[in-house]
């Protein structure tokens, strides 16, 4: 009887289901991305301090450039395009926020409430999870300042259209590519 020879046994590795670990990573991006959002309305408070021709210097880069987990597939593409023809023309576009879970868009909402002291104005800047298009999966921002201009110039070429006249960075898919964008809201009040 021939008989062969024990390896001996090594522990078993847990190796993470590859769509998990990219919403690990996602999450942690989108945490990263919501603390950028918030400060983004103290930047945009100290950009408008800044003369018109300073301003590039004014507004930080962009969280990431890769495709952000929670997002509507068709949306991710979009971006990925813009980006893509952005890059293209020399001009850098960067995802700084995607996809939200309700507890990070509540924090936002809270963290809005403190900075503004009013509801009233809170509201402007920041929509409740029950709402809220990032929550869903279907809006981004963008940075830095020129990819934002970059977008809203080109955006309707590719389907993606800026949606509030007060955030420069909000975009959402919600033409066709190559369709006209609709009017923008004044700001998120309407969605309270």
Do not use: K
Not at 40 to 46: F, I, R
Not at 58 to 78: K, N, Y
Request: aromatic letters at 4%; one cysteine or more; proline letters at 8%.
């Amino acid at each position: 009887m021939t008989t062969t020879p024990l390896r001996p046994r090594t522990p078993l590795r847990h190796v993470p289901h590859p769509r998990r670990r990219r919403r690990g990573r996602a999450a942690v991006l989108v945490v990263a991305a919501a603390t950028v959002g918030v400060l983004g309305a103290v930047v945009l408070d100290a950009v408008r301090a800044v003369p018109e021709n300073d301003r590039a210097s004014a507004v930080p880069t962009g969280a990431t450039t890769t495709p952000a987990t929670g997002l509507d597939p068709e949306l991710e593409r979009r971006f990925e395009d813009a980006r893509t023809a952005a890059a293209a023309d020399g001009v850098e576009l960067t995802l700084t926020s995607g996809w939200r879970t309700p507890a990070e868009q509540q924090e936002l909402v809270d963290a809005a409430l403190r900075r503004y002291g009013s509801a009233e104005e809170a509201h402007r800047w920041v929509l409740p999870p029950e709402t809220s298009e990032h929550v869903a999966g279907l809006a981004i921002d963008v940075g830095p300042t020129d990819g934002a201009l970059w977008l809203e110039q080109h955006g309707a070429d590719l389907g993606l259209c800026r949606t509030y006249a007060n955030e420069l960075w909000h975009f959402e898919a919600v033409i066709e590519p190559g369709g006209t964008c609709p009017p923008m809201h004044d700001d998120a009040s309407h969605g309270w």
